[in-house]
């Protein structure tokens, strides 16, 4: 895989991004490159601007862009919607996934789907289609089919929530997917089968970045790339040994790396 | 916040329904006084009996107040400066649908509402209400083979006044309140429909209300009667064209139920709402009730209300027989400068008798939104039980939402339930299905209907569409 690496287009490119909500900075330069079937960790202290640069890729309403560009398959986003960025690859997997009350899990499932299927010239599919289509991408997460009938996310455990979000990246078939500590609050079986499912979804096409603060997930996942973020940069990146070092030395090992200037 | 906006826009759609038929109109001078209402009762050439109930309730109007208890602000309404009848000029005897005007059977077509044999649904039944005369009903010999009496409420005044007599004002007596009162002394058309004993009437029964003229209220009356072991599901419509004045609507719809009989009532109301900044609009106070006389009779009443500038309404229920049962269903979407105080009375008197209760409000724009509900177990009503749920959704951060929930029970030995949550489509939310592909208005459609689907899944099939069609003119639209 490695070599086939350099002849090929980087999926996602994010140039020296800026980034700031209600007046405040908290994206201060970013560049990271993502090739396809690259794994990414990214790592760093709660602030440091990971979930942000994550909502930011996804196109959350709360964030402006000050300076930079995000690229997918070298076409800028900034001009679309979330709803189009989806459609055109891009995948977030929430650190809180939020409650939907009365709007049927399955049903939402259907109609992100058949989004994604325009978009990609497929023919969408019927309600039959998509609960044999649904069925077998369950296996993935070992989830139950009596999970489809109830609203989304509402009354889930922390478990069966990140579950359905891996669900949603199954369905979607993203190029770019980004998990925003999607290892957070789940035991050890529960990990084991979120981080099984991500590895079957992973393909040579797609890109994934995992934002983590545990060795444990990336001990299931071995990334090609680990980065350490701090005060909105990247600075420091590495292989998966990055990870192991960090995790023995904390993050305070990394503040020498940080830009004073 | 960046979408607020966005969700203004899209509940902001404009109204399709507000257009003015251009049509000669006969009108009677404004004001209210006995010889106004001598007045419509000769021109209905009603008998003396309907006269004297007319003038009774105008006494008992003329010495009561206007109600001020509902969560409701709005200028005073003067009386004497509303035009209690207004019709349609046309031939004095129409025979056939041929002889009605034009414009008029046009009107209902841009409705929706096709009148005409080759164009009429061909499922439901129609009685079409123009201002304050009924146009024409749909089927009526059709129906009339399965003994089903289904004319306006004046023709019915003239050729069933026996079934008049007896139940007219049975429900809703004249002294019931001031709006009903009113109604009483100066109703002008309406629909009445008749099932007999043991006959599953075998369309639905549908009436549209269509206010053309713009100082004259719509007093309209219904009666249903539902003999034993009958059923009939009936349906209303209504819109108005745009006006920058109010108009009132004061209507009376009395449901007679005997023993296991069931009547199934579905309204979708789309009155003119005012503009956004809450000029114009119907002023909409109607007292419908429904009386559950039999012994394992049923009436379910399902409204959706998108309408009026003022919407002031309690569809309820009487639950005399035994095991009778009573069901409420309501979704109420206000916006802009929309007030609705809405609700239900479930009267338990009859012993096993059981309500059931679901209420959900949307509240946008500036507009408030009230559930106003009532539930008395009587003495009698052993083993009577309850069930309310009622639910509100506010979108944006000017909206308001209140529910009154009465609970008053006189029998130890029944069950009143009551759940009430209120909920906001938050920007989160929206952007959680947005980040799956999911377009920002199908995302806060797909909320609303979500948020409603309790009460859609008990509308009539033909009805489930109107009501889906909109609510998705109300929740579409154009974006940003």
Known sequence: MKSKKETKKPLLEIHDLFASTENLTILKGVNISINPG????????????????????????SYEITGGKIKLSGTDIEPLEPEERAQSGIFLGFQYPIEIPGVSNLEFLRVATNARRKFLKKEELDTFEFEDLVKEKLEIVKMEPTFLNRSINQGFSGGEKKRNEILQMALLEPK???????????DIDALRIVASGIKKIANENCGIIL???????????????????????IIKTGNSELALELEKNGYEWTDKFIDKT | MVNDNLVDNIVSEPYKYGFVTEIESEKISKGINEDIIRLISSKKNEPEYLLNFRL????????????????????????????YYSAPKQQEKITSLDEVDPKLLETFDKLGIPLTEQKRLTNVAVDAVFDSVSIATTFKEQLAEHGVIFCSISEAIKDHSDLIEKYLGSVIPASDNYFAALNSAVFSDGSFVYIPKNVTCPMDLSSYFRINSGDSGQFERTLIIAEEASSVSYLEGCTAPMFDTNTLHAAVVELVALDDASIKYSTVQNWYAGNEQGVGGIFNFVTKRGKCLGKRSKISWSQVETGSAITWKYPSCILI?????????????????????TGTKMIHIGPKTKSTIVSKGISAGKSSNSYRGLVKIGSKAKGARNYSQCDSMLIGDKAAANTFPYIQSQQPN?????????CRISEDQLFYLQSRGIEFEEAVSMMVSGFCRDVFNQLPMEFAAEADKLLSLKLEGSVG
């Not at chain 1, 794994?39 to 996804?58: D, Q």
């Not at chain 2, 035994?322 to 007030?339: D, I, K, R």
């Open chain 1, 38 to 61: 690259e794994i990414h960790a990214i790592m760093g202290r709660n602030g440091c601007g990971k979930s942000t640069l994550s909502k930011i890729i996804a196109g959350h309403p």
């Open chain 2, 56 to 83: 009774n309730a105008f006494k008992k109007w003329q010495a009561m107040e206007e109600p001020d208890w509902a969560d409701l602000g709005y200028e005073a309404i003067d009386y004497q400066d509303i035009i």
């Open chain 1, 176 to 186: 770019i997917a980004i998990l925003d500590e999607t290892d957070s609050g789940l």
């Open chain 2, 414 to 422: 029944s069950e009143v339930e009551h759940e009430a949550s209120t």
């Open chain 1, 211 to 233: 934002i983590t603060h545990y060795q444990r997930l990336l001990d299931e996942i071995k990334p090609d790339f680990v980065h350490v973020m701090a005060n909105g940069k």
């Open chain 2, 321 to 341: 027989g035994e095991e009778s049962v009573g069901e409420f269903y309501s979704v109420a979407l206000t916006n802009n400068l929309q007030q609705a105080d």
